[in-house]
């Protein structure tokens, strides 16, 4: 590839989060008793995929110049839904599926209007909808419960020989075999992985990145800055629902939990900073932020298997371990951040 | 003979902001298969006619025709549509976005409902061809380009939107020589195509050299609209200015044999931008730096602000030795230095915030009062300085960005101006400024060299090399290539060095130069 130096450059950002990642992973799966597993990279991507989808959803309306602090209030709302809507029979199930999809999608549109039409700065104006969306969610499930169709749920949470199955095909064999342990939230991550690529090619995703990048310049460039700009954080509550849609399969249940939806919040837009998306917008994209939040998870993850009588063994103490994280987060978007040492003109820095 | 008629025609347009009559019953037309330039000084209403044409502000009062049918645009877009495209002042460029996607972002090339990325780079390759340049990869992101290739862009992003009347509002002042001259060509071509320009610029010659037709413009009024030809320039400038013109210049002081230096720097290099610079800035001197666009004057200018990192050579101030650590340390009262930025609206005002809070910003020291700022001092100084420099403003508390360029360039020297600079650096300070202030400027900087400051000027202008400077020095590539001072100073030994040509071809290449400008 003649460009690869520029794409190099324009992606930075992304290829420290992937490198960050294989290293923290890398070194979790090492030091595991069992080693790298099948079965053990199962339970893993089931762990990272709601924080995925919070991460991808941030994204969006980071890229306009904004930010969406509702995102892990419409994992939430939509995770009680789905624990209400989910119990049924096939026909039921399908249904409630589409309508958790749409709940989500219906969140982002409010948010948008409320950005657009109400003219408030998003960051207010998704804190005042993240506290509507919780007492919604309050409302349908006031205490944590509800049921979850379980073959469903096996299905959806499991590897892709069980999704295959669940729909009454045969799993796969033969030199497809490997295949079919791959879990099935891979697959549901390449799928969205995916409608975000459509999405960034669409003239919409071009008009997010071009909001973020000058809001006046975009408005001069004959932009829809209302229309796009509504599609943004539609397209993030999708996201989020598709989060909170998986953590009622994962946890067969639904829970209002308004310390969880915060960290889903908070965690989304560091997963976004370490993905190399720009908090003033115009830069970066959902690719970086999924990996971004693998990181997140990643160095979670390690706490598990450190060896109580190494030089790090107190990190096994879970008291210790919220302070580490901060310091590893702190570090690894200071990687990010080196391209200071190398400038020259210190008027660059501002920019 | 018949008037052809006219492509756009303005019937009594009236535009208010609060109480300012920024339009004032304009009647303007304009007719296919001219240039017509649009003359004014800064605030005679020339960007609230743009504005009122392209859509960006809807007028008060009056019509608007496009070939004879009414028409009322809401939004820059459906001006767009009808083929009214404007190249604005202010860079319509997003900078963290390629230049193909720049290009493209108006009007999509789509496929399966995606935007077609190998379409979208062709087409910017086409038209950047167009333009000269072809140099520019179309998968740069802008803002890793040069202020005079964005211009270059935003120029090819507008023609690749099939403009049927071009505006373009200051859109050369930006661009080298060399991109001026590839640029009339193309505006030329689009003209024998059948095509209005609306062209409004500073530069007198350029528009000399360009325009079919001129209208002037003075305080929200159209005053007259003629031919090239049937006014000189002196009459020109007094229908804009309403007065009569007199010197543009003030008078040069007799050369003086020996300055004590206030500044001397010594072999300063910088990455590959500056190259082995060695220059002595005399007390009450005004020095100019002249050359091409992009030759290192302002990254020169930086390096002794203190903003470049790795700078090797010495800078002396007043026979001492120092390191400059950075604008602090610049502006302190024992180095004395003070730099008006190139981009007044990014790095030289902060446009949020009121005409008097930007003019004691850098100063605000002088003013402190154990832990508070003594408001009243800050206050009187500031009145003094507004008062001095001649700025036009309604109340000191409004914000700075409610006054014309030239203003709020007369802003900025006050900043600066309160620091009690012994070295004033200037670069480009009357980039997109109207004649009156320009000649305010001039008297201003003459008088400070005259009261013993030194001062270090870069322009892009060469009239204002040749008439306020007592010496020149031309950058080629990040050296300086030559020294002019005295009667050396002529359009003809800065354009010859300013591209390098040696003495001995200078004068063949220097009418070639002269006679590509007559054409």
């Not at chain 1, 720009?278 to 990643?298: C, D, H, N, T």
């Not at chain 2, 605030?43 to 009322?72: F, Y």
Request: glycine letters at 10%.
């Amino acid at each position: 590839m003649k460009h690869w130096r520029l794409y190099f450059k324009q992606n930075q950002g992304l290829l420290v989060a992937i490198g960050l990642f294989l290293f923290f992973y890398g070194a979790y799966s090492s030091l595991h008793p069992q080693g790298f597993t099948a079965a053990l990279f199962n339970q893993n991507s089931n762990e990272c995929f709601a924080l995925v989808m919070a991460a991808m959803a941030q994204t969006i309306p980071v890229l306009t110049g904004g930010l969406d602090l509702s995102v892990g209030a419409i994992l939430t709302l939509v995770n009680c839904l789905a624990s209400e809507l989910l119990g049924g029979t096939a026909v039921e199930n399908a249904i409630g599926f589409a309508a958790c999809l749409l709940a989500g999608l219906a969140c982002g549109f409010c948010n948008g209007c409320l950005v657009v039409y109400g003219r408030l700065q998003p960051i207010i104006a998704t804190l005042a909808s993240s506290a509507i969306f919780i007492g919604i969610a309050l409302f349908i499930r006031p205490t944590p419960g509800g049921t979850v169709n379980g073959d469903l749920a096996f299905a959806m949470t499991y590897d892709l020989n069980e999704a295959l199955m669940a729909v009454g095909l045969s799993g796969l064999s033969g030199s497809l075999a490997w295949c079919g342990q791959i879990p099935t939230t891979v697959f549901f991550a390449l799928l969205m992985a995916l409608i975000w690529t459509f999405f960034k090619r669409t003239q919409f995703g071009l008009e997010a990145y071009a909001i973020g990048a000058s809001a006046e310049a975009a408005f001069m460039s004959g932009v829809q800055v209302k229309r796009a700009k509504l599609i943004a954080y539609s397209l993030a509550g999708f996201f989020a629902g598709v989060g909170g849609l998986y953590l009622a399969l994962q946890t067969s249940s639904g829970n209002a939990n308004i310390p969880q939806a915060s960290a889903y919040t908070l965690n989304s837009i560091a997963a976004v900073v370490i993905g190399g998306t720009s908090l003033y917008g115009g830069m970066g994209g959902a690719i970086g932020s999924i990996f971004g939040a693998l990181v997140l998870r990643s160095v979670a993850f390690n706490f598990r298997v450190i060896d109580e009588q190494s030089a790090l063994g107190f990190l096994a103490n879970p008291l210790y371990q919220p302070l580490v994280e901060g310091v590893v987060l702190l570090a690894a978007v200071s990687i990010g951040a080196f391209w200071v040492f190398r400038i020259k003109n210190r008027l660059e820095i501002f920019k | 003979m018949s008037e052809p008629s006219p492509f756009l025609q303005l019937r009594g347009i009236c535009k208010r902001y609060g109480g300012v009559t920024a339009l004032d019953r304009v009647d303007f037309s304009c007719t296919a298969g001219t240039i017509h330039a649009i003359l004014g000084e800064n605030g005679a209403g020339k960007s609230t006619l743009i504005k009122t044409i392209s859509g960006v502000v809807q007028a008060d009062e009056g019509e608007i025709a496009l070939e004879g049918r009414p028409v009322q645009f809401t939004h820059p877009v459906e001006a767009n549509r009808a083929g009214i495209i404007c190249i604005f002042q202010e860079l319509s460029l997003l900078p963290t976005l390629s230049v193909a996607q720049n290009i493209g972002i108006g009007q999509q090339t789509k496929r399966f409902g995606l935007l077609d990325q190998k379409v979208q780079i062709r087409k910017a390759e086409e038209l950047l061809a167009r333009v000269g340049c072809e140099d520019i990869n179309p998968r740069t992101w802008v803002r890793d380009l040069p202020l005079s290739r964005r211009q270059m862009v935003e120029i090819a992003k507008a023609l690749g939107k099939d403009p049927r009347l071009l505006i373009l509002d200051e859109a050369t002042s930006a661009l080298t020589s060399a991109d001026v001259e590839k640029v009339f060509d193309i505006l030329r071509k689009l003209r024998d195509d059948g095509l209005v320009l609306l062209y409004i610029s500073h530069r007198m010659n350029e528009i000399k050299e360009l325009s079919d037709v001129m209208s002037v413009f003075r305080n929200g009024q159209h005053i007259e609209t003629f031919p090239k030809g049937r006014h000189g320039d002196e009459e020109i400038v007094e229908l804009m200015i309403g007065r009569d013109m007199g010197h543009v210049f003030p008078p040069k002081p007799p050369p003086v044999a020996e300055r004590a230096p206030v500044l001397q720097v010594k072999n300063l290099s910088w990455e590959r931008q500056l190259d082995d610079i060695s220059l002595d800035l005399g007390k009450g001197e005004i020095l100019g730096l002249g050359g091409l666009d992009g030759q290192g004057q302002k990254e020169f200018l930086l390096a002794l602000f203190g903003v470049l990192k790795d700078a090797t050579g010495t800078i002396e101030v007043e026979g001492k030795r120092v390191e400059i650590a950075g604008p602090q340390a610049a502006k302190s009262e024992v180095l004395g230095l003070a730099l008006v930025p190139e981009d007044r609206k990014t790095e030289g005002l902060i446009l949020s915030m009121s005409i008097g809070q930007n003019a004691s910003l850098a100063s605000l020291r002088q003013f402190r009062k154990g832990l508070r700022v003594d408001t009243q001092a800050e206050s009187e100084r500031v009145a003094e300085m507004l008062r001095r420099l001649q700025i036009k403003i309604g109340a000191v508390d409004d914000p700075v960005s409610s006054l014309s360029g030239g203003n709020q360039q007369k802003v900025v020297l006050a900043k600066w101006l309160m620091t009690n600079p012994n070295i004033l650096m200037l670069n480009d300070p009357t980039r997109g400024i109207d004649v009156g202030t320009k000649q305010e400027l001039y008297q201003l900087f003459r008088e400070l060299a005259d009261a013993g400051t030194s001062i270090l000027l870069y322009s892009t202008d060469y009239d204002e090399l040749i008439g306020l400077c007592d010496r020149v020095m031309i950058l080629y590539q990040g050296r300086i290539v030559r020294e002019l001072s005295g009667d050396e100073i002529t359009e003809t030994h800065i354009v010859a060095s300013s591209l390098n040509l040696h003495e001995s071809s200078e004068t063949s290449r220097n009418d070639q130069y002269l006679s590509s400008e007559a054409s």
